[in-house]
């Protein structure tokens, strides 16, 4: 009876070797219907536009590069079946970036499907969850990593805020879930060393996507008397609290991560924050590098956004570099060539892929939005105001250690 | 301090008006026709997006005149060629009906305007600030929001105790069985209230969507506060419904403004206790569970007063 | 209680009734264990293992909705929490190198359904109909949130995950492969569709009835319908943490979408789009609704808006579900007059066609340029290829649907019509049901 069901069990795994893999398939696993469609819709035109890019160039190894689009509607466990999916379909790397929750739970399964399944590896480049826990305590050798994760984003801000001295009074607000309880917690213990004369007048977290209207929040900002805001809110929370502000007249700066996604640029000039809205990323428009600036030309061409992950075309050049330096498609040496790979990024300047935590490294830009001069060719949104850069943060200014353990195959 | 008093009292108010807009509306179509309209709190959303297109074509005055008339047609149109089929099906059929009208609400709202927020300004001629209290400007929309649902109020009020279908819609409140027999067209009756509880909703949605938010999402967070609201004011009152609603506005704004917590009243966990799940508990502050305290609100009625504050009837 | 029951319980069946019976079981057992030889991918057995756990979801949903007429927004409360506490312990076995193996875990979670069942149902068994449904969707909507809030227990909106594979061995399986899993759902459901099966015919399960039809008349033979509904409540809880404890194995994750609206609300899809008044109807429409679900959104974006307007159809034209649909031909299919029906039908078939496809044709469109505006005009929907913005397309899709509707209503009426004869003529032969 044993046997038997291990033959069941074992035939159809022996049946799916011999398919040949005549495509480079990527899986792209992120919302493509319910509310965060918006956003996973941008991501992937983004990634297909790449994958049109690299296939013009002749493909990876000779092979097209094609994108699998897979509807996780945000969901951790409709991820893990459409990522069942994909493997059933041959795809052996697959991409994620819309919610930490559903890359803890991704990276966890790619981990014990590699570990059940020996010889069939996937690998999941993760290109926009922040969760510090992915590179830490829960990091894994088959997940990369090319956006900042949430603390180094602090680190550089800070490191940005040390010699900003009109900061006095600081008030930070962000959404009641992991992620903005890891941007509270960093900006606390990294403010208290690096600018313990700033005060922090106060803490709050506030329900995720539930708060239709900030002017309570907005009432308490105000009675503090803080000058600066920080904030990790994204979507309608960062568009509603900037909304409410305007309303009641508050004027500060507002020193953000997502202040550019959806929405955002149209809610600043909605609420008139000329040039008092930071953001911190790993890349704007407007920076004046050439071969940036024509690949942001040719994506706004083509579709009606600009260019929010350079971390994507990042992930994308770098993933066929290490192909081509391994001379492989296998997900292993893939992996094993990425691991300390050093690589010229988007927007200018080296980046590094770690080896102890697969955590890329990179120069990080803080930037203003607001009207523009001639240096400023790009707007956002149709609104007619740009982004400006404030200051840049070289990579060694952010490397942060990390508590991972890193268990290699054998 | 007093600042946020006032402030808080002033938006709690505000919103608990706007409640009432979307529950008198709710209520009396339960008591009329003994189904909760799941779909309510669409019509609210329907009436933001039929106000913010409407704005653009003709400005904000005319939409907010004609978005509630056609929500309110739509609404009677839902009754007449949907609920009244499935009316022989029960209430529970009833019930999914409006369940599955609010689903395809949603979706169709996507389909049109799309996922993001909708840019639906507030009228320049009320985008100033109307005082200003301790620094803290309140703005002059938010003071016409509070008129314009106080008059609605007022007048809903006159309609009910004056007119003969207001004195109807009363009779129907206690006895609907007893109105049916009484000879009046129940049909039409229905078919009218459905269209003006829809309508109200939609006035509500028009006023509310420049303020707030213009989005897919609104009616889904929405719509179960509204169940809460008139639950705890008891099925089928509108007196309980008024109170209700206040009370879930005032709970709601004062509770985000406070930061007490019992890490705050008596002082840090002691040590062996800092890594269970009671640490969770005790250092989360009031403002974190703000929006959990409707739902906080209506088990403890539940417990306490099943019948809702100011509810007769058992369903 | 026995006594009551006894008068009304049907007599005791024959051995050939017995047997086809336990025939039935036993060639449901023997198709599970056959299903993997046939379907054997990965997806094809993920797919198998969540239509298992529905089933049993749906099943127990029924308990309330279809036995004793209770509409519940929050069912998933009990499903959640049981999947939740099935990975801590999970993780606890594990890590303390308990002897119990991972096929006796889901027990714990069928417990769990049951201790929180327990204790939130009588508050919201004390009103039957609307009151109770929207209690269920308050008591939902405070666990669902606390969820976020308590996040030592919950995880946060990232959740809890564990190893299932690190658990005391038997038979030297470690539960790794899919095909493991897909073996313990399907015994698993198993029991649980036997035992369910067995409470509708106890006398509990005919008082549930009862309370459902006339909870008065309940009161007046001396029975409390609040306790009879609160019972009901209580073993809807068991066997819904049951399915979440399973869902907590497949996935090896538990998070707060366990417990949230979504979740409860395809439990009533699936529950009533199969029917509620017949045993099986929540199977049917749970491997409906789960193969569905998993499969549209793969051919159209707008898949919600489908599966929302579909709802309204079954919910308008059959309450019965598509079980209630199958079953109304049971007398015409003993009597022997389904046959005169075909012929109608199959002419209905092709206007009621063209409607669809007239419909889905203008929705794919519209949606195109509403959502897509600036796309290629070359669209795919359902595996076909076609020009949202050629007239052509706009020309076919308003003919399909001006046309279809006009014949469809005529054909209707025809199908109508036949109905009615073809099933007088079963009864007067004698088949009622």
Redesign the interface.
């Known amino acids: 009876m044993r046997q038997w069901i291990i033959a069941a069990a074992l035939l159809p795994v022996l049946g799916g070797v011999a398919l040949a893999q005549e495509t480079v398939k990527i899986g792209y696993i992120d919302p493509l219907s319910g509310g965060g469609a918006s956003v996973g819709e941008v991501g992937f035109k983004t990634f297909q536009f790449l994958a049109d890019e690299l296939n013009a160039k002749g493909g990876i190894l000779g092979k097209k590069v094609e994108i699998v689009p897979l509807d996780n509607k945000t969901n951790p466990q409709e991820s893990l079946i459409q990522a069942q999916k994909a493997i059933d379909a041959g795809v052996r790397y697959i991409t994620q970036g819309n919610g930490s929750s559903v890359a803890g739970a991704l990276t966890d399964f790619v981990a014990k499907y590699n570990e059940r399944n020996p010889g069939k590896e996937v690998l999941y480049f993760n290109y926009a969850a922040v969760d510090p826990v992915l590179t830490n305590a829960k990091c894994s050798f088959w997940h990369f990593r090319w956006d900042a994760n949430s603390d180094i984003k602090m680190e550089a801000l800070t490191n940005y805020m040390k010699s900003a001295s009109a900061i006095k009074k600081l008030y930070l607000i962000n959404q009641d879930y992991s992620f903005g309880e890891s941007v509270r917690s960093a900006a606390k213990t990294m403010l208290k060393a690096k600018r313990p004369d700033i005060q922090i007048v106060g803490d709050e977290l506030h329900p995720l996507l539930k708060i239709t209207d900030f002017a309570p929040y907005v009432a308490k900002i105000k009675a503090s008397g803080a000058d600066s805001v920080i904030t990790g809110n994204w979507g309608q929370d960062f568009a509603l609290l900037l909304k409410a502000s305007a309303d009641a007249g508050l004027k500060v700066n507002w020193y953000t991560y997502y202040a550019g996604g959806t929405g955002g640029p149209t809610a600043i000039k909605q609420a008139n924050l000329n040039h008092q809205v930071f953001q911190i990323a790993e890349g704007i428009p407007n920076l004046g590098n050439p071969a940036a600036d024509t690949f942001e030309k040719a994506l706004r061409a083509k579709y009606d956004f600009s260019l929010f992950y350079p971390r994507v075309v990042n992930e994308m050049r770098m993933f066929a570099a290490a192909a081509e330096k391994a001379k492989s498609l296998d997900p292993v040496k893939v992996a094993a060539a990425l691991e300390g790979m050093e690589f010229d990024v988007y927007d200018g300047g080296k980046g590094t892929m770690r080896k102890d935590d697969h955590q890329f490294f990179q120069p990080m830009y803080i930037a203003s939005f607001g009207d523009r001069t001639e240096k400023e060719p790009f707007d956002e949104e149709k609104t007619g105001w740009g982004w400006r850069l404030a200051a840049k943060i070289e990579p060694e200014q952010t490397m942060l250690p990390t508590t991972c353990k890193m268990e290699r195959p054998n | 301090m007093l600042e946020l008093i006032v402030i808080s009292t002033l938006n709690g108010v505000l919103f608990g008006m706007l409640l009432f807009l979307m529950a008198s509306g709710l209520t009396v179509i339960f008591s009329m026709l003994g189904v909760l309209n799941f779909a309510h709190a669409s019509f609210y959303m329907l009436g933001a997006f039929f106000g913010f297109q409407l704005s653009r074509w003709f400005g904000f005055w005319p939409a907010l005149l004609v978005a509630p008339l056609l929500a309110g047609g739509l609404g009677a149109a839902v009754e007449r060629f949907g609920l009244r089929q499935v009316h022989k099906n029960g209430h529970v059929a009833e019930l999914l009906f409006t369940f599955g009208l609010a689903f395809v609400i949603e979706e169709l709202v996507q389909i049109i305007w799309g996922k993001s927020p909708v840019d639906f300004r507030i009228p320049s001629v009320l985008d100033f600030p109307a005082f200003t209290i301790f620094s803290t400007n309140y703005p002059a929309y938010k003071m016409f929001m509070l008129l314009v649902s106080i008059a609605i109020f007022v007048g809903l009020l006159l309609v009910l105790k004056k007119s003969r279908v207001g004195l109807i819609v009363q009779a129907a409140l206690t006895h609907p069985h007893m109105v049916g027999h009484l000879g009046h067209n129940v049909g039409r009756i229905f078919m009218l209230v459905f269209g003006v509880g829809t309508a109200l909703a939609a006035v509500a949605g028009v006023i509310a969507g420049p303020a707030l938010v213009t989005q897919s999402n609104m009616a889904a967070l929405l719509g179960p506060i509204l169940f809460v609201v008139v639950v705890v004011g008891g099925l089928g009152s509108l007196p309980g419904a008024f109170i209700g609603s206040l009370l879930i506005g005032l709970v709601q704004t004062f509770a985000v403004s406070m930061n007490g917590s019992l890490e705050g009243a008596f002082g840090p966990l002691s040590p062996t206790y800092a890594q269970s799940w009671l640490a969770d508990i005790w250092s989360v502050t009031i403002a974190q569970i703000a929006p959990i305290m409707p739902y906080m609100l209506l088990v403890l009625i539940l417990i306490f007063r099943p019948m809702g504050l100011l509810g007769t009837r058992e369903t | 209680m026995s006594e009551v029951t006894s008068g009304v319980a049907p007599p005791y069946p024959a051995l050939s009734e017995k047997l086809r019976f336990y025939g039935i079981w036993l060639v449901t057992g023997l198709i599970l264990l056959a299903l993997?030889?046939i379907f054997?991918?990965?997806?094809a057995l993920?797919t198998f293992s969540?239509i298992g756990i529905s089933i049993i979801f749906s099943l127990s949903y029924n308990i309330l909705?279809g036995q004793t007429?209770l509409?519940s927004f929050g069912h998933a409360v009990y499903y959640g929490l049981g999947g939740f506490l099935v990975i801590h312990v999970i993780n606890i076995i594990s890590a303390n190198k308990l002897p119990i193996p991972l096929p006796l875990v889901p027990i714990i979670g069928g417990l769990t359904g049951l201790f929180f069942a327990a204790l939130l149902g009588w508050?919201?068994t004390?009103?039957?109909?609307?009151?109770f449904?929207?209690?269920s969707?308050?008591?939902a909507?405070?666990i669902a949130?606390?969820a976020?809030?308590?996040?030592?227990?919950f995880g946060?909106?990232?959740?809890i995950?564990a190893?299932r594979?690190k658990l005391f061995r038997v038979?030297?399986w470690n539960f790794?492969?899919?095909?493991?899993i897909y073996?313990l759902i399907a015994a698993w459901t198993l029991l649980a569709v036997i035992a369910m099966y067995a409470l509708t015919r106890t006398p509990l399960g005919r008082m549930c009835n009862a309370v459902r039809d006339n909870p008065e008349r309940v009161q007046f033979v001396g029975y409390d319908p609040h306790v009879v509904r609160y019972l009901a409540f209580c073993f809807a809880g068991f066997f819904a943490g049951i399915a979440g404890a399973l869902?907590a194995i497949n996935?090896?994750?538990a998070?707060s979408?366990?417990l949230g609206?979504?979740q409860s609300?395809t439990v009533?899809f699936s529950t009533?789009i199969g029917g509620i008044g017949y045993f099986i109807g929540p199977i049917v429409g749970a491997i409906f609704v789960t193969v569905l679900s998993?499969s549209l959104?793969?051919l159209t974006?707008?898949?919600?808006?489908y599966?929302?307007?579909f709802?309204?159809a079954v919910?308008?034209f059959a309450?019965g579900g598509l079980t209630g649909l199958l079953m109304m031909h049971r007398p015409l299919l003993k009597s022997g007059t389904l046959g005169k029906m075909l012929p109608s039908y199959l002419i209905a078939l092709v206007p009621t066609l063209a409607l669809v496809v007239g419909l889905v044709l203008a929705t794919e469109s519209?949606?195109h340029h509403?959502?897509h505006a600036?796309d290629d005009p070359n669209i795919k929907a359902f595996g076909v290829n076609f020009n949202a913005s050629s007239p052509i397309t706009w020309i076919i899709a308003l003919f399909l649907i001006v046309a279809g509707s006009f014949a469809a209503r005529l054909t209707w009426r025809r199908l109508a019509q036949a109905w009615g004869d073809a099933l007088s003529a079963a009864h007067e032969r004698g088949y009622h049901a």
Request: aromatic share 10%; no cysteine; charged share 10%.
């Open positions: 993997p030889k054997g991918s990965g997806g993920t969540l909705l007429g509409l508050v919201s004390q009103r039957s109909g609307t009151a449904a929207m209690i969707l308050g008591i909507e405070l949130s606390s976020l809030i308590l996040r030592t227990f946060g909106e990232a959740g995950s190893n594979t038979f030297d790794g492969p899919q095909i493991q073996y869902a996935f090896e994750i998070n979408a366990y609206a979504l609300g009533l009533y998993l959104s793969d974006s707008v898949w919600q808006l599966f929302g307007l709802f309204i919910v308008t309450p519209i949606v509403t959502v600036g």
